[in-house]
């Protein structure tokens, strides 16, 4: 596995009720290089038929993780199942910030009470997979798309 500036990989969100998540992904998000010291990170929410729905936007240390659970996201949350985008940009955004190589990331598909256990263990089983880190020269093309859909 490489680190890149680009990643793309899925997520699902499922609810039992509404505080009970069924099946929900987490995405871990890691800066694992000395250079540059931090990174602006986005996460970039799509539906299945490839719709904004919205970011996230996190500042990265090296050797720090973010961890995304899709199932946590409160004030909009996103529902179904879709694609998601990460980005490392050298500066904020809003900023000008450009592409940066720096984050690997993994992506975990939570299936929330199927196993009987007791107490519930609601991270009991579990896929895990790498996002996919995409060529450099392919990754400034989709930027400069998604930066469009930003505010």
Do not use: C
């Amino acid at each position: 596995m490489s680190f890149s500036s680009y990643l793309v990989g899925t997520w699902e969100n499922h609810w039992i009720q509404p505080s009970e998540p069924a099946a929900y992904t987490s995405l871990q998000i890691i800066h694992p290089i000395d250079e540059p010291e931090e990174l602006d990170v986005l996460a970039v929410f799509f539906d299945v038929n490839g719709n904004f729905l919205r970011h996230l936007e996190r500042l990265l240390k090296r050797n720090a993780m973010w961890e995304i659970r899709v199932s946590d996201i409160k004030d909009e949350p996103v529902e179904g199942k879709g694609v998601v985008k990460i980005f490392s940009l050298d500066v904020p955004y809003r900023e000008g910030g450009t592409l940066t190589k720096g984050i690997v990331g993994f992506q975990r598909l939570l299936l929330a009470g199927v196993l009987p256990t007791s107490p519930p263990d609601p991270e009991a089983a579990f896929s895990e997979a790498p996002l996919a880190a995409i060529p450099t020269e392919d990754a400034q093309r989709e930027w400069t798309y998604v930066r469009s859909l930003l505010p």
